[in-house]
């Protein structure tokens, strides 16, 4: 029930109070990332195994976006908003006591589901409760939040691992969860910017189905070395996809799940284009250059994450600057300036690593890279939400979310595949070259010995690959774990030159599409009328 009292809540208050959840899942995806070899190492998960506790939360994640961002805007954002935030804390708890890879995978996933309901709701409140003239500043806000998300998330997982145990990197979300409940409760007004319709679930069960079958063939065709199963989860995907397409087009005037009417608008559909590049580029980065810090260089956790810390301090910093630069009309130039540092960035983090490359080395890299995130996010949004009608803001921030995690689910089968591909191949020939030096009748049996670095199922822990002989002296362990650390470095520049080259590609995008169009005057909305005793929802509806 609304009060009085509620109604005049600061804008900023409200935003902050919402922002902690959104903190919340930002730091558990950075915080498993820099736990990762510990995590793996903790349930025994093979490097397929690794990518799926990382793939399966973007899966879980990605797939629903929209269907909760229409949720939201017809029952209201915070219930949707409470919802999500109730699934993800539950999933982080089953998380910590997962006994094996299969449950981490599944709840990992689950954690996902909720982060998707919990995440599409920020957008449609902030846009009710700011003037549009604030928006950039409002999302410039949320802009630096995440980098501090990303900030915190390897420096506390570095801690955590170091002094405790990767389990508690989810068990920190349950006083989190709570916290923000309470707070959204007491300060959040229950906002209902759409009208109240039914949610088809022909198109719903559609787009989660054909999503998901399209990420399981992408996430799983390296390990099944793309055989006919792989490719017919991406051809059903598709398909599905079709259909749910051809769905929507029947039923534009009867309340879509997907109005066809938002990708009409010039800034939201180029919005979409550079979300995805900067979903692809950012998830398909961190994860071979989290592992590249700890099994290459050899540094903990703890080190690790203060050495990444640069980035996301660097973004933080700069967010707010981006949305106060797109409130005055120069937001294309803001993000055509981030996509530029952050392509710069990449390349040079590419150029300057190499196996015993030191830490003073990385930094201009992350420090660049990190300006680039802090200027494309904060006006990316305000320019792409300026043109959105407030009942379809929730849809529209579940579409801008979802190509950002659809490009991140793109990058993680990408250059995953890449890195395993490449690593295996970088580590068979060494194997190779090492068995040209012994006797013929040696040299498949020392091959043999070594198929666990070269059959792609290599695990890899905190501290790099086991041994592959096992008892073998110092001199055979540095060898090996010599030639893991090229074949990796050389296997994450491969990688790292898929987003580079987005990245090229979205600038140009950038440049041709996006304008700079006035803040829109839509008026300010109205909460609903609280109801009396004898009103009934029809009542209340037309109030």
Avoid at 62 to 73: E, S
């Amino acid at each position: 029930m609304t009060t009085p009292q509620s109604r005049d809540k600061s804008p900023w208050l409200i935003l902050g109070v919402l922002s902690m959840g959104f903190f919340m899942t930002l730091l558990d995806m950075t915080i498993v990332n820099i736990a990762l070899p510990h995590v793996m190492s903790g349930v025994h998960a093979s490097l397929d195994e690794g990518l799926w506790v990382f793939s399966a939360y973007i899966l879980g994640y990605a797939t629903l976006l929209v269907v909760a961002g229409r949720l939201g805007d017809l029952f209201g954002p915070r219930r949707v908003y409470l919802y999500g935030l109730a699934l993800f804390v539950a999933a982080s708890c089953l998380c910590g006591v997962a006994p094996n890879a299969g449950v981490l995978i599944a709840a990992r996933a689950v954690q996902g589901i909720g982060g998707a309901m919990l995440a599409p709701q920020i957008l449609p409140i902030v846009t009710m409760v700011f003037p549009p003239s604030k928006w950039g500043a409002a999302f410039g806000f949320t802009g630096a939040l995440s980098g501090l998300a990303v900030l915190t998330g390897p420096t506390l997982g570095g801690v955590i691992v170091s002094y405790l145990d990767w389990r508690w990197i989810f068990y920190l979300n349950l006083p989190i969860g709570i916290a923000t409940a309470y707070l959204v409760l007491r300060h959040v007004h229950d906002y209902r910017p759409g009208k109240r319709q039914p949610l088809a679930v022909v198109p719903t069960a559609l787009l989660v189905l054909g999503l998901t079958a399209l990420a399981f063939g992408l996430i799983e065709g390296e390990r099944l070395e793309w055989n006919a199963t792989a490719w017919a989860a991406i051809a059903v995907g598709l398909l599905v996809l079709a259909s749910f397409v051809l769905d929507q087009r029947r039923h534009q005037r009867s309340g879509p799940l997907l109005p066809f009417d938002l990708l009409r608008l010039r800034n939201f559909a180029s919005a979409n284009i550079v979300a995805a590049i900067m979903g692809f580029s950012m998830l398909g980065a961190f994860l071979p250059i989290s592992l590249y810090l700890q099994t290459v260089l050899g540094m903990s956790p703890l080190r690790a994450g203060f050495t990444i810390a640069a980035m996301p301090l660097t973004s933080a910093l700069v967010a707010g600057v981006g949305g106060k630069l797109s409130d005055r009309g120069s937001g294309k130039a803001v993000i055509l300036t981030g996509l530029a540092c952050f392509t710069a960035g990449l390349g040079s983090f590419i150029l300057v690593t190499g196996t015993d490359t030191g830490t003073l080395e990385l930094l201009g890299p992350f420090v660049l890279a990190g300006l680039g995130m802090g200027l494309v996010f904060s006006p990316l949004f305000s320019v792409g939400m300026r043109q959105v009608p407030p009942p379809q803001a929730g849809v529209a921030s579940g579409l801008v979310n979802t190509s950002q995690e659809i490009g991140g689910l793109l990058a993680s089968a990408a250059i995953g595949a890449i890195l395993s591909l490449r690593l295996s191949s970088g580590l068979r020939g060494w194997v190779n070259d090492q068995a040209m030096t012994l006797p013929p009748e040696a040299r498949e049996g020392f091959k043999q010995a070594f198929a666990p670095l070269t059959d792609g199922a290599l695990k890899i822990g905190s501290g790099g690959p086991p041994p592959a002989l096992a008892g073998a002296d110092p001199a055979q362990a540095a060898k090996v774990q010599d030639a893991f650390a090229e074949a990796f470095t050389s296997a994450m520049h491969s990688g790292l030159l898929l987003p580079v080259a987005l990245l090229a590609v979205g600038w140009v995008a950038a440049l041709l599409l996006i304008r700079d169009v006035p803040a829109p005057a839509f008026g300010a909305p109205r909460p609903p009328a609280a109801r009396s005793a004898g009103s009934t929802p029809a009542a209340a509806e037309k109030a």
